[in-house]
């Protein structure tokens, strides 16, 4: 079992940045792969973002590519999005999932029903 934490979200303005974290706890994050998603209300939950497990790999939406970075650090059992120039629509509550894949799959085409653990979300404003 995974336990997985998230912080870091709150209210902020348009262009502001924020940093969200998520700790696992349980069993060492490097044995996952990590996925950044986010539901608004009313709207299906999407991925923003994912990671290898070693880092080496990620991948991002097309809406925040260039202004959002996912990063980990597996000494902390952490992984991290750095959200700059936010927008409105970035407006919905962001949840960290882990996922067991086999070694070299492609984690960019994995849905959120594939991954295997997930935290309870920290919710992102952005006012404009």
């Known amino acids: 079992q995974v336990q997985l934490v998230e912080s870091g979200g709150g209210l902020v303005q348009a262009g502001d940045s924020l940093r969200l974290s998520c700790v696992a706890s349980?069993?060492?994050?490097?044995?996952?792969?990590m996925g950044w998603f986010r539901q608004a209300p009313g709207k299906e939950r999407e991925r923003v973002s994912s990671?290898?497990?070693?880092?080496?790999?990620?991948n991002y939406a097309d809406s925040v590519e260039g202004r959002f970075t996912i990063s980990r650090d597996n000494a902390k059992n952490t992984v991290y999005l750095q959200m700059n120039t936010l927008k409105p629509e970035a407006t919905a509550v962001y949840y960290c999932?882990?996922?067991?894949?086999?070694?070299?799959?492609?984690?960019?085409?994995?849905?959120?029903?594939?991954?295997?653990?997930w935290g309870q979300g920290t919710q992102v404003t952005v006012s404009s």
């Open positions: 990671i290898s497990r070693s880092g080496t790999n990620t």
């Open positions: 349980g069993r060492t994050l490097s044995s996952y792969a």
């Open positions: 999932a882990a996922g067991g894949f086999r070694p070299g799959i492609n984690i960019a085409t994995r849905s959120a029903g594939s991954y295997d653990y």
